[in-house]
């Protein structure tokens, strides 16, 4: 399959500005809401409230940043659900994970638009920012909290810590990953990929991309 034009690599479109710019809305506010949440969490983190303009303003910020943050993710998991559906293949390509973290890859099944690792990854993202607008909403006391009763309060104030912790592992795991495999960071920065990216690790998505490009470039008979 011939992916130059004129000598030059033709690269390969993974996100478009608004998917990428909605990425950077989540990924922006999510840290602001991790480093808040931490300083809120416990008093030896109580420092970085300074990052917010001290406690009064961190205090106010916070919950509006995660309106932001689960609007902005709404936007994405909407976009992304169809692609993030585990099949049989995506159970194999896990059994097969000890192989590909040795780059040993025959027999693995092809992967897709994305692997079964960012599927899981994405279906772990969804719970818990759900969970973290409902336990937030119960304890956003400007608003909220006085409508609930106290056991609730407790309840919702331990569920938020939970899925905030198991989001900020998760986040850490997804960003080591985005680093860790080269060419795959600039998908989300500038948008492309190269086509030996694609091929090595979307093989399927690869193939699917370079049918639709010949089937659009016109016929030289
Ligand atoms: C803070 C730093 C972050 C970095 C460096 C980062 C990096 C990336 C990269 C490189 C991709 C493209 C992966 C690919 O196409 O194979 C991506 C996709 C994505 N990111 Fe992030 N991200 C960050 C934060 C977040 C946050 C906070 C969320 C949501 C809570 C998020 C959700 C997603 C989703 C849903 C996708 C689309 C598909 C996929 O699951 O890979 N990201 N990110």
């Given at each position: 399959m011939d992916h130059t034009e004129g000598g030059e690599e033709v690269l390969i479109e993974r996100y478009n500005a608004n998917e990428r710019s909605i990425h950077w809305v989540t990924a922006i506010s999510f840290v602001m809401l991790a480093l808040s949440g931490l300083a809120l969490f416990h008093p030896a983190l109580f420092w970085l409230s300074a990052l917010f303009g001290g406690g009064q303003w961190m205090?106010?910020?916070?919950?509006?940043?995660?309106?932001?943050?689960?609007?902005?993710?709404?936007?994405?998991?909407?976009?992304?659900?169809?692609?993030?559906?585990?099949?049989?293949?995506?159970?194999?390509?896990?059994?097969?994970?000890?192989?590909?973290?040795?780059?040993?890859?025959?027999?693995?099944?092809?992967?897709?638009?994305?692997?079964?690792?960012q599927k899981m990854l994405f279906w772990t993202l969804l719970p818990c920012m759900m969970l973290l607008l409902a336990s937030g909403i119960v304890i956003w006391r400007r608003y909220f909290s006085a409508y609930f009763p106290i056991d609730v309060l407790r309840l919702a104030a331990l569920a938020h810590a939970l899925a905030a912790f198991v989001l900020i592992t998760a986040i850490l795991v997804h960003i080591y990953a985005g680093i860790w495999i080269r060419g795959t960071l600039g998908a989300m920065l500038h948008g492309t990929v190269t086509p030996g990216w694609a091929h090595k690790h979307h093989p399927r998505w690869f193939r699917s991309v370079a049918k639709e490009r010949a089937a659009a470039k016109p016929s030289t008979d």
């Open positions: 205090r106010i910020l916070h919950p509006f940043i995660g309106l932001v943050m689960f609007s902005a993710f709404s936007c994405l998991a909407l976009r992304y659900w169809h692609h993030k559906l585990i099949d049989w293949d995506d159970i194999k390509w896990l059994l097969h994970i000890v192989d590909i973290l040795n780059n040993r890859e025959t027999g693995v099944p092809e992967v897709s638009r994305y692997n079964a690792g």
